[in-house]
């Protein structure tokens, strides 16, 4: 079954999915970091079958907990109160944001279009390293 994986924000919240092989990892959407933010992931699930929520982890390059880190457990704290029972898993998201960014310039995608996919390419980035790591992703 597949994973969604969540890049939090305070604002937005990017989300990228895997396919049901868990061997890619896609883009998917945005979602804003807001009341709605449960009733929109509950609607992610009728859309897409899903088992596991991955959510990233913004850590110091130390591995140790920092301020931004606790956006990461409310996030998880609110996704185990809208659907409980569900796998949630906390991920080393280190310099994902960073890096999507880095993407998106050399790709010379504009300033506007940048803030509009920024978010769901450091969630794929995010499930990337998950499936990579865990072995899921056979492709690399």
Do not use: C, H, Q
């Not at 305070?10 to 449960?38: C, K, Y």
């Not at 890096?99 to 940048?114: F, G, P, T």
Request: net charge positive; no cysteine; proline share 4%.
């Amino acid at each position: 079954m597949r994973i969604i994986a969540l890049d939090p924000g305070t604002v937005r919240i990017g989300v990228a999915m895997s396919d049901e092989a868990r061997t890619i990892a896609s883009p998917l959407s945005m979602i804003l970091n807001n009341e709605r933010f449960e009733k929109e992931l509950l609607k992610l699930k009728e859309g897409y079958e899903f088992s596991t929520v991955l959510i990233g982890n913004p850590l110091n390059m130390d591995g140790t907990k920092n301020p931004k880190s606790t956006w990461a457990d409310e996030l998880k704290f609110r996704v185990e109160k809208a659907m409980p029972g569900m796998e949630i898993i906390l991920w080393d998201e280190r310099l994902s944001s960073a890096e999507a960014e880095e993407i998106l310039l050399s790709a010379n995608v504009s300033r506007k279009k940048r803030k509009e996919v920024r978010d769901k390419i450091a969630a794929a980035l995010i499930l990337k390293s998950y499936l990579d790591k865990t072995g899921r992703n056979k492709n690399g």
